[in-house]
């Protein structure tokens, strides 16, 4: 079992940034793919990045590539989403997901993920 928490959501200006972490803690031993999704109300959660376990891959989104990075620190157990240019179409809550894996293989859909944080929220003002 792994927990994650998500953290640095807030209200933002369009044009502005954003910093998300998630932290984990539990089963930190073992490799875990992560990424992050998001979900607007009235709208099914959707993929935003990818890392793999030792961020020799990564993937985005179209909607957000060339805006947001995705990153992990393996030794702080913390993957992050640093967003810039922020739109008010990025307004949604925010999840962090993990899935053991140690492979390089691309996780875009929520069914490919074991464990989730509780979402922090994102509002994009215009």
């Known amino acids: 079992q792994v927990q994650l928490v998500e953290s640095g959501g807030g209200l933002v200006q369009a044009g502005g940034s954003l910093n998300l972490s998630c932290a984990a803690s539990?089963?930190?031993?073992?490799?875990?793919?992560m990424g992050w999704f998001r979900q607007a109300p009235g709208k099914e959660r959707e993929f935003v990045a990818f890392i793999s376990w030792n961020g020799g891959t990564t993937d985005y989104a179209d909607s957000v590539k060339g805006r947001f990075t995705i990153s992990r620190d393996n030794a702080k157990n913390t993957v992050y989403l640093q967003m810039i240019s922020l739109k008010p179409e990025d307004t949604a809550v925010y999840y962090c997901?993990?899935?053991?894996?140690?492979?390089?293989?691309?996780?875009?859909?929520?069914?490919?993920?074991?464990?989730w944080g509780q979402g922090t929220q994102v509002t994009v003002s215009s």
């Open positions: 997901a993990a899935a053991p894996a140690q492979s390089q293989r691309i996780r875009i859909f929520t069914t490919q993920y074991d464990y």
């Open positions: 539990g089963r930190t031993s073992r490799s875990y793919a």
